[in-house]
């Protein structure tokens, strides 16, 4: 009898006395499929395949109908540094966005002061072709209101203010 088995077994034997127990090992096994499932689906627990990760200097990209891609920028709140995915909007029939996430340059700790990476993800809807664009706000810009409403404070100091840096980005989806 191997281990596995040996475990099934006494396991079985211990749930016969014990509710607790019973309960126990159930949840146990509830946690293992959740794990294999997990496991199975890369981490994502959707088996869907990664997004494909864009360089944000490289202004065209493709796709597939139904691909996911990503565009990652940097970007440090504590120097009043935001990107935005700013209007015009990409072609919904084409690409919609599916999402942001930031992390942190420095891992999971927080450190103050530093940067992070915001990646903004989409997904191909349908062919043709749309524009991307991100908007690049510092201190010294003239961004009012980007990105759904959130305000960009203004400067504190005597900066000359500037037009935002805007990236257009040309998607095709085949």
């Given at each position: 009898?191997?281990?596995?088995?040996?475990t099934a077994c006494t396991s079985r034997r211990r749930s016969?006395?014990?509710?607790?127990?019973?309960?126990?090992?159930?949840?146990?096994?509830?946690?293992?499929?959740?794990?294999?499932?997990?496991?199975?689906?890369?981490?994502?627990?959707?088996?869907?395949?990664?997004?494909?990760?864009?360089?944000?200097?490289?202004?065209?990209?493709?796709?597939?109908?139904?691909?996911?891609?990503?565009?990652?920028?940097?970007?440090?709140?504590?120097?009043?540094?935001?990107?935005?995915?700013?209007?015009?909007?990409?072609?919904?029939?084409?690409?919609?966005?599916?999402?942001?996430?930031?992390?942190?340059?420095?891992?999971?700790?927080?450190?103050?002061?530093?940067?992070?990476?915001?990646?903004?993800?989409?997904?191909?809807?349908g062919r043709g072709s749309t524009r991307i664009v991100l908007?690049?706000?510092?201190?010294?810009?003239?961004?009012?209101?980007?990105?759904?409403?959130?305000?960009?404070?203004?400067?504190?100091?005597?900066?000359?203010?500037?037009?935002?840096?805007?990236?257009?980005?040309?998607?095709?989806?085949?």
């Open positions: 009898m191997d281990s596995t088995t040996r016969r006395r014990s509710p607790w127990r019973r309960g126990r090992a159930a949840g146990g096994a509830v946690a293992a499929v959740a794990l294999l499932a997990l496991v199975a689906g890369c981490g994502s627990g959707t088996g869907e395949p990664a997004p494909v990760a864009h360089p944000t200097d490289q202004p065209r990209i493709s796709a597939k109908v139904g691909q996911r891609f990503t565009l990652t920028v940097h970007e440090n709140a504590s120097t009043r540094e935001h990107w935005y995915l700013s209007d015009p909007r990409p072609d919904a029939g084409v690409v919609r966005e599916r999402g942001r996430h930031s992390a942190s340059d420095s891992g999971d700790a927080h450190v103050a002061g530093g940067g992070s990476s915001l990646t903004f993800t989409f997904e191909a809807t908007t690049h706000c510092t201190f010294a810009t003239t961004c009012a209101e980007q990105g759904g409403g959130t305000p960009v404070p203004s400067p504190t100091g005597a900066v000359r203010q500037s037009a935002p840096k805007r990236v257009t980005y040309t998607v095709t989806v085949r």
